[in-house]
């Protein structure tokens, strides 16, 4: 049996409400794309690259992945939790991308289907985020993991749950 150590890196998020409470969702991943505020940890554990610029749009967010062995489940394939993490990622934040400044959300649920898996040394893949719609309380999007010849690996849909500021 081979042994691997795998180190990597992040960025504390320190996450300070103050410090972004002005900015709207769109600025906010923006930010994050840009370099400008650090990505969300769970990023780096996963093998996730940070969003381009250009992959943060309003209602509409990409994330990267290549699969890699550290990511394998026991029957040495992707785990299905790499691929809904990868997912809720990219549903969430594209309606993330619709909100207001203060304005939060949380996923209320997430169903997945696995359609193809995903092996370490195959393509890179996307998750690519699209609202459906937003209410002033959810939102509701659907996603895919897809290659760079348009297979599709997985697809999902989430509600969120919008929570935002108190009017004046």
């Excluded at 769970?42 to 992945?65: H, S």
Aim: charged share 20%; with cysteine; net charge neutral.
């Amino acid at each position: 049996m081979t042994s691997y150590t795998r180190t990597y890196s992040w960025a504390d998020p320190e996450f300070d409400p103050e410090k972004i409470r002005h900015l709207s969702g769109l600025e906010y991943l923006q930010a994050i794309a840009r370099g400008e505020l650090p990505a969300a940890p769970i990023g780096a554990t996963l093998g996730m690259e940070r969003p381009r610029p250009e992959d943060v749009q309003e209602g509409r967010v990409v994330f990267r992945l290549k699969p890699q062995n550290f990511q394998y489940n026991p029957i040495g394939s992707v785990h299905g939790g790499v691929y809904a993490t990868l997912l809720d990622s990219a549903v969430a934040c594209a309606i993330h991308t619709t909100l207001p400044a203060g304005a939060t959300y949380t996923t209320l649920e997430l169903k997945v289907n696995y359609i193809r898996p995903l092996i370490a040394g195959g393509p890179e893949v996307q998750a690519i985020g699209q609202v459906v719609h937003v209410t002033r309380q959810t939102g509701v999007a659907e996603g895919r993991i897809v290659d760079d010849q348009g297979r599709i690996y997985a697809h999902a849909t989430t509600t969120c749950l919008i929570m935002r500021p108190p009017r004046h």
